[in-house]
């Protein structure tokens, strides 16, 4: 049933190329990908196989990567993508040997893949369970991780049909590495052996992102050295809230960094605000005056990805997008930089943002006037301000670690 259930979503997923310019990327990435890795992998061997998902993911196993290039520079490292998201941005990485879109989950795909890389060890991340790769690993003796897992009374291997989940996690892995303890009681509860809370690589790539000096040209000129407020990987509804408060207070400045650089979005924008947009890639392009309306802009639209964590050191408060669609993204990548936050009312996928709620570092918002609420405390209350301010940045200090516990397991 299930190698059907793949065998008819790839049909649909070519059926939908055809229109839609995300699964065009999705199939042709994948077109002789088992050849090409083939290629690539020929005469190597005690290769490192890295999975993850989509561009989240990746974030997560990142400082994981980064570590095991610096400690064992003479091992391959093979990086594979599910999403175009992660891999389109970066298919061309330099930390790892190849990186690949990974062909779908076919009992033949998954037995060609295993048998042409010969991994030495394989790490998956959050919650990849891909049934035929995880048989054949267990088949030809393979070392297999997954790492970041969080449970959750939502997560499948809790429902009542996720009886197939729980085998794969009680059987699939050499050690589950889980950020916290409840994971680990939860997934013990059902069976699984070899638990570990390893935390959660990511406070440590933040706080590297953070720590490393980093401006962008275009970026200071607007801001003229004052600290705005950030809105991070945005949606519509998240993009009005901020609008709202763009058109109540006109003197402060609003940095935009929409999840999707599309054009619609950046029109709303820029139709919405009256106290004048400017938008990134205009003021990169040739010809136009570097500082042509940019200095007296109220808001700046970056339609550029790869520079969201670094762009939250700008800020003094952000809003993450997400939690309108319940896809709520990074916290902790504003959090690092002592940036108190809000999101929308489906926060609830993100760890982090509950944990920060207790000291008021972080609060849910449903409407313009919770966010008006929240943004006039922390713009009114200085001392306010930088309590909630010191409780972020602690949080994300205070978290870090996960990287050495986990290559601690791994090797």
Not at 194 to 212: L, M, W
Not at 298 to 325: H, P
Not at 390 to 409: P, Q, S, V, W
Request: include cysteine.
């Amino acid at each position: 049933m299930y190698s059907l259930a793949i065998s008819i979503v790839s049909f649909f997923l070519h059926v939908m190329a055809l229109w839609n310019g995300k699964m065009k990327l999705f199939v042709e990435g994948r077109k002789n990908v088992l050849d090409r890795i083939a290629e690539a992998v020929k005469g190597h061997k005690d290769i490192i196989w890295f999975h993850t998902a989509s561009m989240g993911e990746f974030e997560e196993a990142r400082p994981v990567i980064e570590a095991v290039r610096k400690r064992y520079p003479e091992r391959k490292i093979l990086l594979t993508f599910f999403s175009p998201s992660g891999y389109e941005i970066r298919k061309n990485w330099p930390v790892a040997d190849w990186v690949f879109y990974l062909p779908l989950d076919t009992a033949r795909n998954a037995r060609r893949f295993v048998e042409t890389v010969r991994p030495a060890k394989a790490v998956f991340t959050i919650g990849e369970f891909w049934f035929n790769y995880l048989r054949q690993l267990r088949l030809h003796g393979v070392d297999t991780y997954i790492m970041s897992v969080l449970a959750t009374k939502n997560s499948p291997y809790m429902k009542w049909y996720g009886h197939a989940y729980r085998r794969l996690l009680r059987t699939s892995y050499k050690t589950i590495m889980v950020k916290n303890d409840e994971t680990k009681a939860a997934l013990e509860a059902i069976g699984c052996k070899s638990v570990c809370v390893a935390g959660d690589a990511r406070f440590d790539r933040v706080n590297d992102t953070a720590s490393a000096p980093w401006h962008d040209d275009i970026v200071d000129r607007w801001s003229g050295g004052k600290k705005v407020f950030v809105a991070g990987s945005t949606c519509f509804k998240d993009d009005d809230l901020v609008i709202s408060l763009c058109l109540k207070y006109p003197s402060e400045k609003f940095l935009f960094i929409p999840h999707e650089p599309d054009p619609e979005p950046i029109r709303h924008i820029v139709e919405s605000v009256k106290g004048g947009a400017a938008v990134y890639s205009e003021y990169e392009s040739a010809g136009r005056q570097p500082d042509a309306g940019l200095e007296s802009a109220q808001v700046l639209i970056i339609d550029k990805v790869g520079m969201l964590s670094k762009l939250y050191r700008y800020g003094w408060a952000a809003l993450i997008g997400g939690g309108f669609i319940n896809m709520p993204h990074s916290v902790i990548e504003a959090s690092v930089y002592g940036l108190p936050v809000v999101m929308g009312p489906q926060y609830h996928k993100n760890l982090q943002f509950v944990e920060l709620m207790p000291s008021g570092a972080a609060v849910p918002v449903k409407d313009e006037a919770d966010i008006a609420a929240w943004f006039g405390k922390l713009h009114d209350d200085p001392e306010y301000l930088s309590r909630v301010s010191r409780a972020a940045y602690d949080y994300c200090k205070g978290n870090c670690g996960a990287t050495d516990t986990i290559m601690n397991i791994l090797f």
